[in-house]
């Protein structure tokens, strides 16, 4: 079966520091990568995602994040953070059939 | 296109009541996701839908619970009766076998049962 661990449930950050946010999946065939943002009171938002190709993939804002089929991870970084970052952020795992497993997120936490 | 719509985007009701959420997917989509997301559980799901039909229900915590898909672009969610453990938001979600399985979601519809 797939699972998603998000390896902390809160990251607090200064502000322009840079940010690493920990996922690992289990899964023994091909999948698909998400990261998702969730800012308060909205629902989730898609943030950027790894279908196939170029390993490293990037959001319009800033993040990144790195498949790394080796270690089963896909762990999301940002240089520098603002304070509009402030929001909880989801990974998740999809294969063929449109359904997505998610960690249970992180909290993340910019300060100025 | 406007999104996935939520309606009602806030709901409170009284213990015993019946609750119904709708969604309306993006034009085009052929997979419905109606999840359920409280401080305590996270983000669960609770059942989806392709092409209208049912696939997987198992999240759905108990015979309380119903969804429906009449048709590609109307879904769902009833609960009767309502209990105070059913507070949560609740998100509907779509997608398309075309798309990589990015799901969209909807506002959430905040539910409070007293």
């Known amino acids: 079966a797939q699972s998603v661990t998000q390896l902390d449930s809160q990251v607090p950050v200064f502000e322009e520091a840079p940010v690493e946010l920990r996922c690992n999946y289990s899964?023994?065939?091909?999948?698909?990568l998400f990261w998702y943002v969730q800012y308060p009171n909205q629902g989730l938002q898609l943030l950027l995602k790894?279908?196939?190709?170029?390993?490293l993939v990037e959001s319009i804002n800033g993040f990144e994040a790195e498949f790394n089929k080796s270690q089963t991870s896909f762990h999301l970084r940002k240089p520098s953070v603002h304070i509009s970052d402030t929001a909880e952020y989801f990974c998740a795992v999809s294969r063929e059939g449109g359904k997505l497993i998610f960690g249970q997120g992180t909290e993340l936490s910019v300060k100025p | 296109d406007a999104g996935v719509i939520q309606s009602p985007r806030h709901e409170v009701t009284e213990m015993g009541q019946e609750v119904t959420l709708r969604c309306k997917p993006i034009s085009g989509h052929d997979y419905l996701f109606w999840y359920r997301q409280t401080m305590m559980r996270g983000l669960e799901l609770l059942i989806y839908f392709n092409n209208n039909v049912p696939i997987d229900d198992s999240g759905m915590p108990e015979d309380r619970f119903s969804a429906k898909m009449p048709n590609a672009s109307f879904s769902t969610l009833k609960i009767q009766p309502s209990e105070p453990r059913d507070s949560a938001v609740y998100f509907c979600?779509?997608?398309?076998?075309?798309?990589?399985?990015?799901?969209?979601f909807g506002p959430g519809t905040r539910l409070t049962v007293t």
């Open positions: 790894y279908l196939s190709g170029s390993t």
């Open positions: 979600a779509s997608t398309s076998s075309g798309s990589g399985y990015e799901q969209y």
């Open positions: 899964s023994s065939v091909s999948v698909y």
